[in-house]
C-alpha cells in the first residue's frame, strides 16, 4: 500500500483518503489498505475503497477486512 494510503486511513479521515484515490484509485484493490480500514473499523474508508475497485475479501497477513473489523 502506498504510503500516502496508509496515512490517510491513519488519519481516520475520509476527506484524506478520498483525496488519495482520487489521485491514484490503483491502491484501493490492495488488500493491506481493506484490512487496514477494517482494523481501524473506519467504514467510510471502506466504502470509498470498495467504489474504488477493492476486494472486501482481499487478504493482507492472513486476514480478511471483516476479520480485521471483529
Known sequence: MPDQLGEALKSGKVEAVRAVLAAAPRPASYGRAV????????????ELLHRNGADLNAVWRGYRALHALI
Open 35 to 46: 484490512v487496514g480500514a477494517g482494523g481501524r473499523a473506519f467504514q467510510a474508508a471502506l
